[in-house]
């Protein structure tokens, strides 16, 4: 206890002979360092001082549906951060009744702000809402709320400088337009009950700005960034060009002569000049003729224009390999994260690029491409899967296609990731050629994000059809000691059988059920897999798998091979040696990929090493798992997943679970 407090700061506090913190303090204090889903699902589960510590610290998020609005009422008043969507059916008069539930929403706001009752801090429209609804309620919550994101917006002028007006206190402003609207910064008139405002407030703390699909005129935009000084993020998605407008109104809006053009007119380097330190960006225009893509120079001046902005999303056609070179050169340091966007085609290179580029780029913490497909025949560096995704056996393939006998595989096809750092994965994975939709693929690609991403914490996958039972490799992900969020979208192949691998922590059941597997596993298919481009310093020949009985085969293939202990991170801790006499005749280890053992992908072996890892280490299974969803993707699928969403919520109760119907 003396030492926390020495390390808090209490060491004068305690000189002074006065009372050292009582425990609900130290508490707080605690707290304070602790993220919403520990604060929800563990600390206000202990008893009930700590739950009524707690609450302060925990964000209140409310999801409301609009047309269900007057059952969903009754609690918002505490609501920090509130989505209000709609659940897509109508009733009579569609726009009639949503004008009307926007007003319910309006002058419930209003008795809770009167009361002094609303601590709405984040808000979320994730539909379509007219202007003249949305400024009542920024005018009654706008003070308080420090995030606004507005999605799916219709009317072509979009006030953002009303909005900055009503919300001063606003950080982030994310705007969506669903088809094509126009910024306006400068209102003029009464924006919102007793407001009156002229222009934009002198400075804003605004430091994230997201408009996608919304013109903005140059100056406009100038002026807009400079009164930000504590702007970090600037995307503007899919810029249009600008229409004629008609000013007879009195809107303070873009003219026709201040279209921007992103990538020309030497914008940017006047942005850079004004912002030289931002770190989040996107830039790109709409597919307008008059409009047209950067090429791979201007891309590659944008990165050199902003060597320190360590987040950058590009439009599929903006990555090309010139743009990978000059990420290389210009940020190889400072770039963590990359995100994709891609909401039509990708360019059918692009795979192959960003594969190349995830092979050489240690530095990527995050990438969230979900639209870029990649082959996971790339991940089979054996070449064990034939066009099915299925197994090459020795007695079919191997006599029908002897060519392959002898060769080894190509340089290229042996690279692997080397971001071993990344933390956000989502990506999805399709092959034109083969048909890996078996078990065996499941294998291959868990197997393979497993091992040479060990430290990812959030994982996305969309495939077209994956096993996820304990053979489909499913648990492989358990090497993921730091994973908080999973999300698979796939159609199920196979009755998800055996998910009692996730319980966290091992019982004597669970053993003995682990310790069968991995006989069975060592066993089935043994010396029957015909590998391509086998790795040479595991070329043994094998014996017959009967020889001394299921449980001496596996104890002579682990002397023979050696034991796989790879640990959580999928790191070669040295002891997994061939024996002396085996050594001379293998003087490098070519399994060994930058550090990394990657024998036995997508093999039933891979998770028999895994069983006998936790088993010999009893490690925990997904110890900071906060989130765990599964998209059968086909409602034939439903039975399937609701077994798996009921296994689980068995085995670990303390995870958010969602399973879509």
Known sequence: MNQLLRSKGFKSIQSKNTLPPLPPELLELIFLYLNQHTLRRRVSLVCRQWN?????????????????????????????????????????????????????LTEHLERLAENQNTKLRNLRILQPIQNSLLNPILAIVGLLLTSLELRDMEEYYVPIGCFLSLCPQIAILDLHHRYTGCAETLPRGEIGPGHHQAELPSRLRLQSLTLRRIGIGRTTLLRLVGVCPDLEGLRLVQLPRLESLDNSDGIAGPTNDDNISLFRDSFLEYLSYLHPHLKSIHFSNAMDPLFPNPTSSQMAEALRLFPLANQWSFHSHQLTSTTFQAIRAFNSITLTTIEVIAPATVRSDLPRLLHEFLCEYPHLLHLKAPDVKLSPEWFDLEGILDLNGSYHHEAEYGKRDPIFAGISIAPFHRRIWACRNLRTLHMSFHVGGMCL??????????????????????????????????????????????????????????????????????????????????????????????????????????????????FGQYIEDRAEHGSDNNGGDGSYDGRDVFMDGMNSLTPSLDYMISGLDMRNLGRLKDIANLFHDRLSENWSCWPHMEYLEINPLSKKYHSKAKFMKEALMRYRPEIEIVIHD
């Not at 510590?53 to 509130?82: C, E, M, N, V, Y």
């Open 437 to 550: 939709t078996s078990t065996e693929s499941s294998r291959l690609l868990f197997g393979y994000i497993s091992k040479v991403c060990p430290r990812l914490q959030d994982l996305r996958i969309r495939h077209g059809g994956l096993n996820l039972s304990h053979k489909g490799g499913l648990c492989l992900l358990s090497r993921l000691h730091e994973l908080r969020r999973l999300e698979i979208a796939t159609e199920i192949i196979d009755q998800p059988w055996n998910i009692d691998w996730t319980a966290r922590n091992m019982s004597a059941a669970l053993a003995i059920k682990m310790k069968f597997w991995i006989t069975i596993f060592n066993l089935i298919g043994a010396g029957a897999i015909f590998a391509k481009y086998p790795f040479e310093s595991t070329a043994v020949v094998s014996k017959s798998p009967y020889q001394h009985g299921l």
């Open 52 to 104: 009524s510590i707690a609450q302060p610290f925990i964000l209140t998020q409310k999801r409301i549906q609009l047309d269900k609005l007057r059952q969903q009422l009754s609690d918002l008043g505490f609501a920090q951060d509130l989505t209000v969507q709609t659940s897509g059916s109508t009733q009579g008069d569609g726009i009639r009744d949503e004008s009307q539930h926007w007003i319910e």
